[in-house]
């Protein structure tokens, strides 16, 4: 597989010997692979050089703290050499791991490379200990372009008719399966694959993190995200279905589950735009799923939803883009998909439509922009 586009140029962005490199982004999206290539072929370091420690590992699972150092003093005694490069991957797992990579990185002897797929608790001890000593940079899965690329499709300023239909192709392959790195690689597994993803996630980025009982009620937030995408998404209305059915559980349960999905990066919510910030962040959010793939294949009605697999797939390349995003929507019901704002300035309105060729859709689109 060939490093990733964007991955080239976060290459150039997160190597630095002055600051703790972190990545974060959901399982499965690259980013132990960018270690590896980092290592492997961009780094070309030698075994003495480097050392590399997944806490994905079983073996790894109980390590305490004091042993992250103590494995880098064996891995000197070992080769007679200190290690320069530094990589932990799913740090997130280790206790306190904040203070062991505090005490190696504050001895200027290495550099140190973190990866996690969990945002909540990597920015949080980012904030504490390593304050001012830590750059951050995402992976998602790939994006439309990377797509492209990796299908060695070559852009350029003017395309030929065969040329665009090749595009339409590709961008309806992209829309059904999305961007995971192992299924653009082999779709046919895709099945597979997404309700192990799904597994994956319920069980070891939420049960077991958040030492969480309830599997039924994370499993029903899914399905109905999953359901709901680039929808608004309301918890007091799941709170009210839960109840018809009498099953018992708090609003303020529910908003930490969904807090917890939104950490492993399964969904991300979007607030709608408003001058005001209190009306702002009381607003009923969006949600969106961090992979068309992941939404076809949990729902299996991909031809119904066209328009709004492509409204999910623009919302994750805003992101990408590190936009200040927002959805709009007036007291008449008229709604603007994406709003970009930058400082107190409204730059970009963004309304996402896959086929504007009937003009009563096309007349409702642009009047909801203007």
Known sequence: MKLKVSQIDLFKLLFTENFVNVLIGPRRAGKTYFSYDLILNKLKLKDEEFIFMDFEDAVLSDIKLNEIVETVNLHEEHYKKKPRYLFFDEIQNVDNWDKAIRTLFETKKYVVFLSGSSSKILSKEIATSLRGRALSHSILPFSFKEFLGFRKFELKNFYSSSEENKIKNYLKEY?????????????????????????????????????????????????????????????????????????????????????????????????????????????????????????????????????????????????RRKKEIFYFKSVTKEEADFVIKEGKRIKQVFQVCYDLSELEVRKREINSLI
């Open 175 to 319: 829309l059904k399966y999305g961007g995971f790195p192992n299924i653009v690689i082999e779709k046919e597994i895709a099945e597979r694959f997404f309700k192990e993803y799904l597994d994956l996630i319920v069980f070891r980025d939420v049960i077991e993190r958040h030492k969480i009982k309830n599997v039924f009620i994370i499993k029903f937030l899914m399905k109905n995200m999953i359901s709901s995408f680039a929808k608004e998404f309301s918890i007091h209305n799941i709170f009210n279905t839960l109840k018809s059915q009498n099953i018992k559980v708090s609003k303020k349960t529910l908003y930490e589950y969904a807090l917890y999905l939104e950490d492993a990066f399964f969904s991300f919510f979007l607030k709608k735009f408003s001058y005001s910030i209190k009306k702002t962040e009381l607003s009923i959010p969006k949600v969106f799923i961090n992979d068309t793939g992941l939404v076809n294949f949990s729902s299996m009605n991909f031809s119904e939803n066209f328009g709004k697999i492509m409204e999910n797939a623009v919302f994750l390349e805003l992101l």
